[in-house]
């Protein structure tokens, strides 16, 4: 029978995620499977939490893996923070702000909305007018908006919680490994990410972390949190406690795939990471700009890794986009919701963020165009 996966071809991966994938990191994952108690495995575990502190920079001890994609990762911190009637105030400003949105109101949750216009900023002073009229439990925001490539002031909002006992709880699916995240400076409580973005991993896991505080909240509940398999009280035994204990088993060749990851970014530094992702965000922009294009978000609040540019008059989306990657094997992702058939995004995400890649594509763009 034929094998269909023989005929893979090598696609650039400039979407929204999933990024190009380091060939130490298929390596990795090709390494033999243990089982997940074995102590060899479990102390690469510990490496990996270690890792992913240094990345969050936090030092939060419950800071491990989730099984799962980003919104895994998502469901995670809503679902271990919330009980029913817990008021909960969402910024929102394009369509991963929404998915907060539905997941913490599927919880019960009072759930209030401040909405921004799609491709505008987060505007601390809204929100600083919101958190004084209502004391909220969590106050949720989406760092680096993947569906309009804005970047979101989480520092500042976070600077307006200091002091309340309001839980911040940030997505940064995209940010992760692109731009800087500093968990414990901006006084974040509950945050998420996924490893097929700056991470440069395939998709499969949600790296979490939670503040003492936000651990005190989940252990003093009145409920149980309503899902099992995303319970951190349990899963953190497995992850942290000192007689580790199965909860599930774990996706362990992933695990070693994460692992390879966040050493291959640590080596690198993380300052020079982001600024890998600046230079190949500034060589797209102007390449763009030189085809006439124009994107969607001012400067100041463009994420590097996250390029929305709108789609010309009287050319074809669709059209583009599959040529790209059938005459020129690069993937570009789409508008999303209110975007959707009148942007493209364009990913400059962990290894794909390479000047000669935001080069190859613009060339690639100007032939089809023209
Ligand atoms: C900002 C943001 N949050 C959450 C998610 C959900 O992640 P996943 O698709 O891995 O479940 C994504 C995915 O693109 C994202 O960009």
């Not at 995240?181 to 097929?196: H, M, N, R």
């Amino acid at each position: 029978m034929n094998n269909m996966l023989n005929a893979i071809d090598d696609v650039l991966l400039m979407g929204p995620g999933p990024s190009y994938i380091p060939p130490e990191v298929y390596e990795a994952m090709s390494k033999k499977t243990l089982g997940h108690l074995d102590p060899y495995f479990i102390e690469i575990m510990d490496e990996i939490k270690k890792l992913l502190q240094q990345l969050f920079k936090t030092t939060n001890n419950l800071t491990v893996p989730v099984s799962g994609t980003g919104s895994a990762g998502m469901e995670t911190c809503f679902v271990n923070l919330i009980e029913k009637g817990d008021p909960v105030l969402i910024l929102i400003n394009g369509v991963f702000g929404v998915r907060m949105q539905d997941v913490a109101t599927r919880l019960g949750a009072a759930v209030d909305a401040l909405e921004f216009p799609w491709g505008t900023p987060v505007i601390p002073e809204n929100v600083k007018g919101k958190i004084e009229e209502k004391a909220y439990k969590i106050v949720a925001m989406v760092h680096a908006e993947t569906s309009t490539g804005v970047k979101n002031p989480v520092q500042e909002v976070g600077a307006l919680l200091k002091g309340s006992d309001t839980l911040f709880l940030v997505d940064t699916v995209t940010s992760l490994g692109g731009i800087e995240v500093s968990v414990d400076d901006w006084g974040i409580d509950a945050v998420y990410s996924g490893t097929q973005k700056c991470l440069s991993c395939p998709p499969g896991l949600a790296p979490v972390s939670f503040s003492d505080r936000a651990v005190d909240v989940i252990m003093g509940r009145k409920s149980k949190v309503p899902n099992w398999y995303l319970d951190m009280s349990m899963v953190a035994n497995y992850w942290t406690g000192k007689k580790r204990a199965y909860h599930h088993t774990a996706p362990i060749n992933m695990l070693y795939a994460l692992y390879q990851a966040l050493l291959l970014i640590i080596a690198e530094d993380l300052d020079n990471v982001w600024r890998r992702h600046e230079s190949a965000h500034a060589t797209l922009v102007s390449g763009l700009e030189t085809l006439g294009l124009d994107m969607v978000v001012e400067p100041g609040y463009r994420l590097p890794m996250l390029n929305a540019v709108y789609i010309p008059e009287g050319v074809d989306d669709g059209d583009v986009r599959k040529r790209l990657r059938f005459d020129y094997n690069i993937e570009i992702g789409g508008g999303l919701g209110d975007f959707a058939g009148k942007v493209w995004r364009i990913g400059l995400m962990g290894h794909t963020a390479r000047e000669k890649y935001a080069n190859r594509l613009v060339d690639a763009l100007k032939k089809i165009i023209r």
